[in-house]
C-alpha cells in the first residue's frame, strides 16, 4: 500500500523559512516514472502546484514561487523535503505531496497524503 | 492562479447525469498533454478520479466519464449520488509554464 504523509510546523512567522517533510511507504523515490510534487491549498480555495521532485533527481518549479522554494529527497529516508522562504500570511493554506506517475503527455497525482495546516501569522 | 477554466457548481437531482467542462488553451490541453480529474470531499485530500482523459482507477464507479476535445476537457457523471458531492477539479501540463497546472474548481451538489 502507498502512502504519504506530511509532516512540519503548524505556525509560523512572517519572513520565516517553512520545512515541511514528505514521508512515503510503499514505494521507493529511486522508481522510475514516479515522482513526488507539493500541492497547496488556501482555504476555501483552488488547488496550486507548487514543486516536483523526479526519481533522477531532476526537480521542477512553480514559475510564479521558483524563487521561494527548494525541494530535495533523501531516497533512504523516503522523504522529500521542501522548503519555502519568506512566509507571508497569504501562504497560509493545507500543503499536500503527492506521488506523481509521469507521462510523456503530462503525469498526474495518487496518491496524496493526508495534508497538513500551516498558518502564517504573528 | 489557475490557468484551466471550470464552472465554480453544477448540480442535479440523484440519478441525473451533470458534466463539468475545463477550458485550456494551446500550451496546455491544446498541446495535446493528457487531463486528469480529481474528486475532493469536504475536508479531505483529494482522490484522482480520471487519469490520461478517460481512464478510471480501480474502484473508481463507471459512472464517472471524461473526455477531451481540442482545448478543452468534460468529465461526466451519470446516476448521480448524494456521495458525490463533493468539489472535482481537472489537472494538466504546461508548457510555457513549464510545470503542472490545476483547473479553478467545480462544487457539485446534489440537490
Known amino acids: 500500500q502507498v502512502t504519504l504523509k506530511e509532516s512540519g510546523p503548524v505556525l509560523v512567522k512572517p519572513t520565516e523559512t517553512l520545512t515541511l517533510t514528505c514521508t512515503v511507504s510503499g514505494f521507493s523515490l529511486s522508481n522510475a516514472r514516479m515522482g513526488v510534487s507539493w500541492i497547496r491549498q488556501p482555504p476555501g480555495k483552488a488547488l496550486e502546484w507548487l514543486a516536483h521532485?523526479?526519481?533522477?533527481?531532476?526537480?521542477s518549479y512553480s514559475t510564479s514561487l521558483k524563487s521561494r522554494l527548494t525541494i530535495s529527497k533523501d531516497t533512504s529516508k523516503s522523504q522529500v523535503v521542501l522548503t519555502m522562504t519568506n512566509m507571508d500570511p497569504v501562504d497560509t493554506a493545507t500543503y499536500y505531496c503527492?506521488?506523481?506517475?509521469?507521462?510523456?503527455?503530462?503525469?498526474?497525482?495518487?496518491?496524496w497524503g493526508q495534508g497538513t495546516l500551516v498558518t502564517v501569522s504573528s | 492562479q489557475s490557468v484551466l477554466t471550470q464552472p465554480p457548481s453544477v448540480s442535479g437531482a440523484p440519478g441525473q447525469r451533470v458534466t463539468i467542462s475545463c477550458t485550456g488553451s494551446s500550451s496546455n490541453i491544446g498541446a495535446g498533454y493528457d487531463v486528469h480529474w480529481y474528486q475532493q470531499l469536504p475536508g479531505t485530500a483529494p482522490k484522482l478520479l480520471i487519469y490520461?482523459?478517460?481512464n478510471r482507477p480501480s474502484g473508481v464507479p463507471d459512472r464517472f466519464s471524461g473526455s477531451k476535445s481540442g482545448t478543452s476537457a468534460s468529465l461526466a457523471i451519470s446516476g448521480l449520488q448524494a456521495e458525490d458531492e463533493a468539489d472535482y477539479y481537472c489537472?494538466?501540463?504546461?508548457?510555457?509554464?513549464?510545470?503542472?497546472?490545476f483547473g479553478t474548481g467545480t462544487k457539485v451538489t446534489v440537490l
Open positions: 489537472q494538466s501540463y504546461d508548457s510555457s509554464l513549464s510545470g503542472y497546472v
Open positions: 490520461g482523459n478517460s
Open positions: 521532485i523526479f526519481s533522477n533527481d531532476e526537480k
Open positions: 503527492a506521488r506523481m506517475t509521469d507521462s510523456s503527455r503530462g503525469g498526474w497525482f495518487d496518491p
